[in-house]
Each structure stands twice: as C-alpha cells, then as structure tokens.
C-alpha cells in the first residue's frame, strides 16, 4: 500500500514522550498561519513510498536502536492518509513500539469522521497518544510539551475510547508513559 511523505526524522525528543523516530506526512488542507511546515500542504509534493518498505526500514532501526520507544505520525495532516498509517502503526506495535499521532482536526472531529471513513476509526485504535487542533499563533505557548499552541490537547486515546469521552494524557495516563 502506498503513502505519501515529506520526511523521516529518525531520532526525536520533541514529537512525544521518549526517543522517537518521526513520520512526516504530505499533504495538509488546514493552513494554519504560522504553521513551522509549510513544506508539507501539497498534496502532490513529496515522495511515494510503501508501506511494508517502511516497516522493514523502521525495524532495522529498532535492531540497531534499542532506545527508540516508539514512531510519531506528523505532517502534514496524518489523518489524511488513516489507511496506510494504521496499517503501518499496526506492525510497528507489534515491536513493541507506542503511536503516537497529530492532526489539526480534533479528536471530536475524528471521530464524526470515522463515521464514514473506517480507516480513522482504525487508525485511532492504533494510537496511544494523539495531540489534536490546529496550530494557532494567537495561543503559541513554547514552554508546553509537544506541542506549540495552548488550544492543542494530548489525547489518551486508549482511555478516551475506552470511557467514551475526552481523557487528557497528564491527567490520567502519566503513569503508564513515565
Ligand atoms: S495542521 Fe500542522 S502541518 Fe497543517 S497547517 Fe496546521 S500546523 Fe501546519
């Protein structure tokens, strides 16, 4: 299955808890001004890959990086491109790897789309963690974790699937990251 990518970061402390390699996805339709990666909008732009090529890529990293705890979905919109991401993010915990995922939509608005579209839904059963919202400039808060705006929420989606609503990550789910 193909995806279209901006670019691999293979070791990062910013893009979620632990050592990360992180996925930059092609392709965004939310143009927050001031957005840091601009880059990453065209839908057309970047490169095409596959998916089992990335995983086997991925996993040769793990071998050799037994520090890396898990692999961050940026972009880019993720979302855009669920199917192959949850895929993806399918085999990677299967290393024991965590998921971790952005998206300028919100979590509520996921989850109306995955109404429709089941590959949200499988993508956010795949997710640990989720830093959802638009990147707003007016909220830019550079000492929060992960994250640049005050209105963007780190999501545990696990619990927040499990009990139906809303559960921020630092709220209940610090325990099982520390
Ligand atoms: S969602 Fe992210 S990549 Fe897309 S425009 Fe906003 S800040 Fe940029």
Redesign the pocket.
């Known amino acids: 299955m193909e995806i279209r990518l901006a670019g691999i970061t293979q070791e990062s402390i910013a893009d979620g808890p632990g050592l990360r390699l992180v996925i930059f996805t092609q392709g965004?339709p939310?143009?927050?001004p001031g957005?840091?990666?601009p880059d990453?909008?065209d839908i057309n732009g970047g490169y095409v890959t596959d998916v089992e090529g990335l995983y086997q890529y991925i996993e040769k990293i793990t071998v050799r990086n037994k520090l890396l705890r898990g692999v961050t979905f940026s972009?880019?919109?993720p979302f855009l491109q669920a199917k192959p991401l949850a895929l993806l993010a399918k085999k990677l915990r299967s290393l024991g790897l965590d998921i971790v995922a952005y998206s300028?939509f919100t979590f509520e608005q996921l989850a109306a789309m995955a109404l429709k579209r089941k590959s949200i839904s499988a993508l956010l059963e795949q997710t640990e963690l989720l830093i959802d919202g638009?990147?707003k400039a007016a909220e830019r808060d550079l000492g929060l974790a992960f994250r640049g705006s005050r209105n963007q929420r780190l999501v545990d989606v696990q619990a927040t699937i499990a009990v139906g609503r809303v559960v921020i990550w630092e709220d209940l789910a610090q325990k099982r990251w520390a």
Do not use: L, S
């Open positions: 965004c939310h143009n927050c957005c840091h990666n990453t909008h972009g880019g919109e300028g638009q990147y």
